[in-house]
């Protein structure tokens, strides 16, 4: 959607680098979600992050959220060929319902 | 672990035909939503449904699409008739409330031929 932007739109690594992955919006975020997709299938839910400041990790990926709320990163620590995939934002913007308005995605490629 | 069925995984089908695809929520989710993502873009709601009541349905393009879900659980998105730029994956998701993290199905691949 236009709302979020996602940069880089792919990236290919060595296995073992670390990797930054972006999401910015125009609008506050309510609620910030990633997922990741393997190329045919479903979205897999990663982390979810609502506080202005906050960040969560899990395993080797973690995600924050900046201060003022209209921006996000997903960093990669040690990148491994099964982090292959797309990155989805996906953003509640508060328009009145539960809709999540995701960017364009970014393709992640890790070279073993 | 429990998860979003969806079937089929793959329909290919010529245009002017009815299409069909079924989304079985986890157990308890009220909320459902069906998007559809067009190959290199992020997904876009369709419909969302609060139980049985559709309570968003602005993007779905009614003069050929319909979705329902009946009895408040699995749910139906129906294409008739199907059109080339109907190509597509439809992806079916579901909560447990408003506002929760929604959970994906594997999607619906669908090729209008």
């Known amino acids: 959607s236009q709302e979020l932007e996602q940069s880089p739109q792919s990236l290919i690594v060595q296995e073992g680098k670390n990797l930054t992955i972006n999401c910015t919006s125009s609008?506050?975020?309510?609620?910030l979600y990633w997922y990741k997709q393997k190329y045919g299938e479903g979205l897999i839910f990663l982390m979810m992050?609502?506080?202005?400041?906050e960040e969560k990790s899990h395993e080797k990926i973690t995600a924050k959220l900046d201060e003022k709320k209209q921006q996000s990163s997903l960093h990669i620590t040690a990148s491994q060929p099964s982090h292959a995939g797309i990155y989805l934002c996906?953003?509640?913007?508060?328009?009145?319902?539960?809709?999540?308005?995701f960017g364009t995605g970014t393709r992640l490629t890790v070279i073993p | 672990e429990a998860e979003v069925a969806q079937s089929p995984r793959y329909k290919i089908t010529e245009k002017s035909q009815a299409v069909a695809f079924w989304c079985d929520p986890i157990?308890?989710?009220?909320?459902l939503y069906w998007y559809r993502q067009i190959l290199g873009q992020g997904p876009e709601l369709l419909v969302q449904?609060?139980?049985?009541?559709?309570?968003?349905d602005s993007q779905l393009p009614k003069d050929r699409f319909s979705a329902e879900r009946l009895k408040g659980v699995d749910s139906t998105l129906k294409i008739q008739p199907a059109e080339l730029g109907d190509s597509a994956m439809y992806l079916c998701?579901?909560?447990?409330?408003?506002?929760?993290?929604?959970?994906f199905g594997p999607g619906t691949r669908l090729l209008v031929l």
């Open positions: 998701a579901s909560s447990p409330g408003l506002p929760e993290t929604q959970y």
């Open positions: 609008k506050t975020l309510y609620g």
């Open positions: 992050l609502q506080k202005g400041g």
């Open positions: 996906g953003a509640d913007l508060l328009t009145g319902a539960n809709n999540l308005f």
């Open positions: 157990s308890g989710h009220a909320t």
């Open positions: 449904f609060q139980d049985e009541s559709v309570v968003d």
